[in-house]
């Protein structure tokens, strides 16, 4: 299977995500997750309760490890830090967010979620599938943009490692194709 | 030589071949090793004393180079005739942000410690003994480590227990009473 190495920064070290962070309030996304390949579509309902943004400290813990030591200290940082939420797919067993945080700015809200387990790997068990490709993704990171009107969306990345850039921010590699689109979402006091 | 003389004889012969002749088996009977002190001042007086479970009334952090720190939250602290020690401490959210931030290692809030303790009477510390030989990285080194000594002091049914760093300032200071 080939693996979409996505180029997406995330917000660590990223000066520009400095001081921006709302109000931490508990809140509740709920949403679809679609996932589309050449002979189909599957969905299901996604929830995410989200109880606060990452502390500074362990955000600039995951960072810094990301920044000297890559993956491996990453995901130790990433497994220290504080549970701040909770990703539920389809109704099953709820997977931690350690990872959590929001920038605001004219155009909306931007919030970046990392869980320390992967949750789901796409066409990874459909038969003869490899399962050993499965190695490496030990994370799962969602994305949600919310513009200035109050329309969401957003993508999830199942199974995925992150890498420095070397330029202060990170890469994205999924173990899918491509992103699970997230619709419908709805936002919620919690 | 009369009869009697013969049939001890024999005896004794027959004793000496079976003590060669069989293998040897467990010593089924217990072995006296003098007198066990129990008195006040001795490990069998401490170990009494700190048996039972205990209620945590306050802790208090001192990261290095930071201000002291007040946990909010509950702890139990179970002490058995077998000189293990469990502690599990349950943290309020910002207590555990503080904590963590001070070296502390307190995943979602939770500090479990356990395992068996050696009690040092003349320098009355508790220190649990690890397997292995746990580097601070693996125990987590901030002010309550597994790896410190809990230096203890009693007072009726409270319990203080206090981890110090290598130049003996101290790091931590909690206080459990009886339940």
């Not at chain 2, 490990?43 to 802790?59: N, Q």
Request: charged share 20%; proline share 5%.
């Amino acid at each position: 299977m080939p693996i979409a190495m996505l180029m997406i920064v995330l917000l660590l070290g990223v000066p520009a995500w400095a001081g921006a962070q709302a109000a931490s309030q508990p809140e509740m996304f709920t949403g679809t997750a679609q996932v589309k390949n050449a002979t189909g579509a599957v969905s299901g309902r996604l929830e995410v309760r989200l109880r606060r943004v990452t502390p500074e400290f362990d955000r600039k813990a995951v960072d810094t490890a990301l920044k000297e030591g890559g993956y491996p200290r990453f995901l130790i940082a990433i497994r220290t830090a504080p549970e701040v939420g909770q990703l539920v797919l389809g109704g099953g067993a709820p997977f931690s967010i350690r990872y959590a945080r929001e920038r605001v700015d004219a155009t909306g809200r931007r919030l970046i979620l990392v869980t320390d387990k992967p949750v789901y790997f796409v066409g990874g068990g459909r038969a003869g599938a490899d399962v050993t490709a499965r190695k490496g993704f030990e994370v799962a990171v969602i994305e949600i943009l919310i513009d200035g009107k109050g329309a969401a969306s957003g993508s999830l990345a199942a199974a995925a490692r992150v890498r420095p850039d070397g330029d202060g921010g990170a890469v994205l590699d999924d173990f899918a194709e491509q992103l699970i689109t997230i619709t419908n979402i709805a936002r919620k006091p919690s | 030589m009369t009869v009697n003389r013969v049939w001890k004889a024999a005896a004794v012969a027959l004793a000496l071949v079976g003590a060669v002749a069989c293998a040897a088996s467990e010593r089924q009977r217990p072995v006296s090793m003098g007198p066990v002190a129990t008195g006040a001042g001795t490990t069998a007086a401490a170990r009494k004393f700190l048996e039972g479970r205990w209620i945590l009334e306050s802790m208090v952090v001192n990261p290095p180079g930071g201000k002291p720190i007040t946990m909010k939250g509950t702890g139990v602290l179970t002490y058995d005739d077998f000189g293990n020690m469990e502690m599990n401490v349950k943290a309020d959210e910002a207590s555990s942000d503080l904590l963590r931030a001070g070296g502390v290692v307190i995943p979602d809030g939770v500090i479990n410690t356990s395992g068996r303790t050696a009690i040092d009477v003349p320098n009355k510390t508790l220190t649990y003994i690890l397997e292995g030989q746990a580097s601070a990285m693996k125990t987590g080194g901030g002010p309550l480590s597994p790896n410190r000594p809990r230096h203890w002091e009693v007072a009726r049914d409270v319990l203080t227990l206090t981890t110090k760093d290598e130049s003996g300032a101290v790091l931590s200071t909690s206080r459990w009473k009886r339940n």
